[in-house]
């Protein structure tokens, strides 16, 4: 009897499970044996009993949850194959944030790759997009609408050091998740030639260590909190996007919001969250990022998971690929920490 995708990977309500290995991917609730493809919140849970991720996942699970956010952890490496049960489990980078990657599954000559979030464009903080052939793509769909082109994450840099230079008074504040983008944006700056310091507040500062800790360098970084209101004149300050309509901002001289993020396509969401200078940086892949994934991949079969589902079955169907949603609720936008009090204690 021929082996079916079904048979490797099915989706249940807690998250994709492959009963042959006796494991599930990404679960959203605590599972005996969890594959975590990146510490994301929404990816990454505590109470799991035995968690397989890369080191990176791993220590960034650890920073976020505590020494005990499992039973038990092992250490992928990327390109490594690992045996569970009857299935061959290897892990390959995402290009998402630090540590991120794409979970393929085989057995008896079929192969699903369990993507994760991903992205495939250069990004100075995290291991380039591996391009994996598979027999059945399991793909993100957050931003799987022809309306998100992200364009160059280095224009939208040179947006917000132009804003700087033409308001030297201000101080900039740019909403920024903090694992993933709070430092691939300090990172963009080094790149663009920005020499000066840059500042932090403290929920950031855990997670920008360790990145620092990997051989990431992202040059001088000073905490908020021991800046004076003049100090921080002509500064940027990277924060939680949470924080940008929080009392804390307070301490600011004449603060000017910027959040980098791929939701910034969309004038009226940048509005409605008071921003006034949106930068579009997203760590997900856009819509000719997915759909180019999908094609290069030669995979005859398409999961479609968390975001905009339907566009991109749509999509696939047009360029006759099977393609279904997975409906597995639990993904999402990363929820960042609460930003003012707790961050700067």
């Not at 490797?8 to 493809?37: H, N, S, W």
């Not at 999961?303 to 409906?327: F, I, N, S, Y």
């Amino acid at each position: 009897m021929t082996m079916r995708p079904e048979d490797i990977l099915v989706p249940t309500p807690a998250g994709v499970c492959c009963k042959l290995g006796a494991f599930y991917i990404d679960p959203t609730r605590p599972v005996e044996r969890a594959l975590i493809t990146h510490a994301h919140s929404d990816h990454a849970r505590a109470g799991h009993g035995a968690v397989l991720a890369t080191q990176e996942t791993l220590d960034l699970m650890r920073l976020r949850y505590g020494e005990n956010f499992a039973g038990s952890t092992q250490v992928a490496a990327y390109g490594e194959s690992v045996a569970l049960g009857g299935a061959k489990v290897t892990f390959h980078p995402a290009g998402h944030v630090l540590g991120s990657a794409q979970i393929g599954v085989e057995a008896d000559g079929l192969r699903v790759v369990a993507s994760g979030d991903y992205k495939n464009v250069a990004d100075p903080t995290c291991a380039p997009f591996e391009l994996v052939s598979c027999d059945v793509f399991i793909t993100e769909a957050t931003f799987a609408l022809p309306v998100f082109r992200h364009g160059e994450p280095g224009g939208e840099i040179a947006k917000l050091l132009r804003s700087v230079a033409l308001f030297p008074e201000r101080a900039h504040l740019v909403g920024a998740y903090s694992l993933g983008k709070a430092q691939r944006v300090i990172a963009l700056l080094r790149q663009a030639g920005y020499g000066a310091p840059v500042y932090l507040l403290g929920a950031m500062e855990k997670i920008t260590r360790y990145y620092e800790s990997r051989g990431i360098a992202l040059g001088e970084l000073r905490l908020v909190s021991g800046a004076t209101k003049q100090n921080l004149a002509g500064t940027i300050t990277i924060c939680p996007p949470s924080a940008l309509n929080d009392l804390w901002t307070r301490r600011f001289p004449d603060p000017l919001a910027a959040f980098a993020s791929g939701w910034m396509r969309v004038r009226a969401r940048a509005r409605q969250q008071g921003v006034s200078l949106p930068l579009v940086i997203s760590d997900h892949a856009d819509w000719d990022g997915l759909t180019a994934t999908i094609a290069a991949t030669g995979a005859s079969e398409i999961w479609v998971t968390h975001g905009q589902e339907d566009a991109l079955v749509h999509w696939c169907g047009t360029r006759g690929l099977k393609a279904r949603p997975l409906d597995i609720v639990g993904y999402g936008d990363e929820d960042d920490e609460p930003a003012s009090g707790e961050a700067e204690a």
